[in-house]
């Protein structure tokens, strides 16, 4: 469902949107001469490999630069992509056949099916170390390869000829076209990627694109630009002939930028939502991420339960969300977002309305089991907390906040570390943190996408929760045919994490911006790629 948001009213409008997927923004009178935009992002995109990215900032890119088989469409559904029409799938839907159309490189050469089968396996290659590697795991001999247990040849993506690639998987999955739309399931050119080795993908000309658009320039930490794609198989749609991105972290400067004209596009954060609530050109972007605290669970002091159930109740996410935030986010009580489905149970229903998990704050048990863990570690008083986040305004009052209720409400002495984006994700991967604000964002439309992050293996587990029965939950979940026994699983899986304070769970984001109103059918998702621009354009008043 695809919603047209004109009017800004902050709280009713998430709560009645929140179950909206993709947004298309219009409206308003005012034209512009030229199909350019000039929009912002507040992070440095860290690397566009599609084999190793992670972060949202390159997903976005990848998504306007790059296509796979599907593309997720203006109502965020799968539609034929690279791939000319639906694949032939045999009746146990485990070998599906797909043909390729007619489609080039951005240097002219043509995409082929060995361009995907080179991709995948590069993904799953033990050398590359990719953390997505997993997502690829539900075709065939993949998790094998990936785990050093079997071989390349084995895995279920092959190249027929030029044109037809075939694929095998372990076992059905009800969301496999979804997952195709997934950057891990992009392409790529061998030729490309052994010419510029370690260099590749880190700079807009060490890549070939075969998307709507490319990446035609890339100032590190200051600013990136695509242009229309020209050789892009249905580039008759796309009307942007440029857009332009400065990098900009502080909110008033965006603000600045945009009301003289230099930004065509601006977040707000707390300190602007109430100087924009009156104009018309201000929205939500309920961009379906969970944002939770990890706790190092590498070391002594958080592997201790009760500590980590003390820190999640110490934490008012209520409170958090109106006073600090106040951009319409939701206070979470477990991990899962609203909007994600009640696979296999009820399509017409969310998780999250079958499986209701309330914000917990309680002071006064916080700090009792806060004693009761230091006297079971042994210690008088607790040791000083690192808290890591991203180095702009809006992360270091958050993280101020909740610095805060640790202090009031445990006697916690927390010193914040702010970082910018790309250090944060480093540190994250490699535990040099004590707590950690991380963000989920959802990969495809089922709470699977959330619940296996944090399996005792998975790489994005960064806090490093380790439960052996909710491992075996989420591995008899993948498969397990049974779809109403697995959501019955995956719902005892979340009950688990949240009881042992695996994570501390913190809000459902929503964001507020405002954007001028000569900007057309510009596509917003909750999964994937934050937004498309393929089917974007610019009033011009002709």
């Known amino acids: 469902m695809r919603r047209r948001i004109k009017l800004f009213s902050l709280l009713s409008l998430v709560l009645a949107s929140a179950m909206v997927l993709t947004a298309c923004f219009g409206g308003g009178t005012e034209t512009k001469n030229s199909q350019v935009l000039n929009l912002v992002e507040l992070q440095e995109p860290p690397n566009l490999d599609s084999a190793k990215t992670t972060d949202v900032v390159s997903f976005m890119i990848l998504g306007n630069t790059m296509e796979g088989l599907y593309r997720l469409d203006k109502d965020n559904k799968p539609v034929l992509g690279m791939a000319a029409k639906e694949p032939e799938v045999s009746e146990d839907k485990l070998k599906w056949t797909f043909t390729l159309r007619d489609a080039k490189w951005s240097d002219g050469k043509p995409v082929t099916a060995h361009d995907f089968e080179y991709a995948w396996k590069r993904a799953l290659d033990p050398k590359t170390a990719s953390e997505y590697a997993y997502i690829l795991y539900p075709l065939k001999g993949a998790e094998a390869y990936n785990t050093g247990k079997g071989s390349a040849d084995d895995v279920g993506v092959k190249a027929l000829d030029d044109k037809t690639l075939e694929v095998v998987l372990e076992r059905p999955i009800p969301y496999f076209k979804d997952l195709l739309c997934f950057a891990t399931f992009l392409p790529q050119r061998k030729d490309i990627v ?3 080795g370690d260099k590749y993908a880190l700079e807009a000309n060490t890549l070939v694109y ?6 035609s320039d890339w100032k590190h930490n200051q600013s990136f630009q695509m242009k229309k794609n020209p050789g892009y198989w249905d580039s008759g ?5 440029e857009i332009n991105w400065q990098i900009v972290k502080d909110n008033a400067t965006q603000v600045n930028l945009y009301n003289t004209g230099k930004l065509d596009f601006a977040y707000l954060n707390s300190e602007f939502i109430d100087a924009f609530k009156d104009d018309p050109n201000t929205f939500s972007i ?5 944002w939770y605290l990890e706790m190092n669970q590498t070391k002594d002091f958080f592997k201790n339960k009760k500590i980590r159930q003390a820190i999640s109740l110490a934490i008012d996410k209520n409170t958090y969300v109106n006073s600090i935030l106040k951009n319409g986010s939701i206070p979470a009580g477990g991990l899962v977002p609203p909007f994600i489905k009640a696979s296999g149970v009820d399509d017409n229903k969310k ?8 914000p917990q704050y309680d002071p006064n048990k916080a700090k009792q ?22 180095d702009t305004p809006a992360a270091k009052q958050s993280m101020e906040f909740i610095q805060e209720q640790l202090r009031v409400n445990l006697g916690a002495k927390v010193q914040i570390t702010s970082v910018p984006f790309k250090e944060r994700l480093e540190r994250g991967k490699n535990q040099r943190f004590d707590l950690l604000i991380s963000g989920w964002g959802p990969d495809y439309n089922d709470p699977m996408t959330f619940l296996d992050l944090f399996t005792s293996d998975n790489s994005f587990n960064r806090g490093k929760y380790s439960n052996p029965e909710y491992d075996e939950l989420i591995k008899k979940s993948k498969e397990n045919g049974d779809f109403k026994q697995r959501f019955e699983d995956l719902k005892k899986a979340e009950q688990i994490l949240i009881e042992d ?13 405002v954007k001028k109103p000569f900007i057309k059918d510009w596509y917003w998702s909750a999964i994937g790629p934050e937004y498309t621009l393929k089917w974007a354009s ?3 008043g002709k």
Do not use: C, H
């Open 351 to 358: 998780y999250r309305d079958l499986v209701k998990m309330d």
């Open 237 to 241: 749609v796309v009307k942007l002939e």
């Open 210 to 215: 075969n998307g709507p658009f490319v990446l």
């Open 194 to 196: 052994e010419k510029y």
């Open 501 to 513: 304070a695996g994570i501390a769970p913190l809000y459902y984001r929503t964001k507020i911006a």
């Open 369 to 390: 089991l806060w004693q009761e863990g230091l006297k079971e570690l042994g210690l008088s008083q607790a040791p000083a907390i690192e808290l890591l986040g991203d």
């Open 538 to 540: 610019v009033d011009t």
């Open 286 to 290: 309920y961009d379906g991420s969970s």
